[in-house]
Nanobody, 118 residues
Framework: VQLQASGGGTVQTGGSLRLSCAAS????????MGWFRQAPGKDREFVAGITWTGNRRYYADSTKGRFTISRDNAENTVYLQMNDLASEDTGVYYC????????????WGQGTQVTVSN
């Protein structure tokens, strides 16, 4: 499955952004989906994940309560609503398709830049 992330940009501290990840070329509804991010000079980290049914969601401690992951299997799209953004949220955000239980993600999008400024 091919993934295309979008929706990044520059926002002030406390602001919001909504990322989208559109899938094509595969059976989107069979995959768990995840969002990851990589800040400059740091390793890529898990941000949020959602099962293929959409009935279970997982969040990193740093994003819990501020970010919401959702999916629309009819539109082959997964979303990441990000609220109360902080400078630590700055980075390139990637969507990925795979299996959350084993944290195995075989398909990755190209990334979208999120910059949170003071």
């Amino acid at each position: 499955v091919q993934l295309q992330a979008s929706g990044g940009g520059t926002v002030q501290t406390g602001g919001s952004l909504r990322l989208s990840c559109a899938a094509s070329g595969g059976t989107f509804s069979r995959f768990d989906m995840g969002w990851f991010r990589q800040a400059p000079g740091k390793d890529r980290e898990f941000v949020a994940g959602i099962t293929w049914t959409g009935n279970r969601r997982y969040y990193a401690d740093s994003t819990k309560g501020r970010f919401t992951i959702s999916r629309d299997n009819a539109e082959n799209t997964v979303y990441l609503q990000m609220n109360d953004l902080a400078s630590e949220d700055t980075g390139v955000y990637y969507c990925a398709a795979g299996v959350i239980a084993t944290m195995s993600f075989g398909s990755w999008g190209q990334g979208t830049q999120v910059t949170v400024s003071n």
